[in-house]
């Protein structure tokens, strides 16, 4: 029986990629989205064509008031699929991006980045964490930013770092589930998260290339392999770990 992995902002940029690439390592993937059903769909059409199961469900993770309706679809879904209510991996990935500078941040921005990078990840796995099965993992991304400063991203960059110390937190208490976390930590990639602006930004692109070791922006390629590896049995003794995969920025 295949393992089940649960990937929140499944449909698009690293959260497609990692649902694919899981989907290659052997794993059935259940997917959300916030509003883009069709590239939901697109992707569970992808990993269906590589032999593994896939669902899609929507669920806003920046809303808390919704979970305890998600947990009840997940579970009805589940029960259904795989006769089972329980997952294996949760990927907490779904965000948005920020690029304000301090003297400008409102405090609706501010609420808008920690209920979706802080808070939702908080109490979503909390909310699933009955669902989670005993040897499993949770997979808390972060980011390239939490090491290195880029002005403007200081809202962003405080909650992924809130997250990295939470993660800790996380393998600790669940140590006795035998339940492995870990953060991932990518660096600038060229995605259309931020809408594009690694990616579409040549300048951009170019200055954060010149300051990386293997000389590029990083590709969504170059992250799912390494959620899909932590969701193995390989990585098991990895646990409590921040892992930059960023090609060497700013070294």
């Keep these: 029986m295949s393992k089940i992995a649960l990937v ?9 990629n990692m649902s694919i690439a899981l989907a290659k390592k052997g794993l059935d993937v259940i997917l959300t989205y916030n509003s883009n059903k069709e590239a939901a769909d697109e992707v569970v059409a992808g990993i269906q064509a590589l032999g593994q199961n896939a669902y899609s469900l929507q669920l806003d993770t920046s809303n808390i008031h919704v979970f305890d309706t998600f947990h009840q679809q997940l579970t009805n879904l ?5 006769g089972h209510p329980g997952i294996d991996y949760l990927i907490n990935n779904a965000g948005t991006a920020l690029y304000a500078p301090i003297a400008e941040v409102t405090e609706q921005q501010l609420d808008d980045i920690f209920n979706i990078h802080f808070k939702g990840v908080f109490f979503l796995t909390q909310k699933l964490l009955p669902l989670i099965n005993d040897g499993g993992g949770i997979i808390n991304i972060s980011s ?4 290195l400063t880029m002005p403007g991203s200081s809202v ?7 997250v990295e110390t939470l993660s800790r937190y996380m393998a600790q208490e669940l140590g006795p589930r035998k339940i492995r976390v870990n953060v991932l930590a990518p660096g600038a990639i060229e995605t259309d998260f931020g809408g594009g602006r690694t990616r579409d930004n040549k300048e951009i692109n170019a200055r ?3 300051f990386t070791a293997l000389g590029r922006v990083g590709l969504p390629g170059d992250i799912g392999g390494v959620v899909a590896f932590l969701c193995t049995d390989d990585a098991y003794w990895i646990n ?7 090609g060497g920025q700013g070294l």
Excluded at 8 to 16: D, E, K, N, Q
Excluded at 144 to 147: A, C, I, M, Q, S
Excluded at 156 to 162: D, H, N, R, V
Excluded at 241 to 246: A, C, D, G, K, L
């Design 8 to 16: 929140t902002g499944g449909s698009r940029g690293l959260g497609r």
């Design 78 to 82: 589940l029960n259904e699929k795989a």
């Design 144 to 147: 390239g930013l939490t090491r």
């Design 156 to 162: 962003y960059a405080a909650q992924k770092t809130a």
């Design 208 to 210: 954060i290339a010149g």
């Design 240 to 246: 409590g770990q921040r892992i930059e995969v960023s």
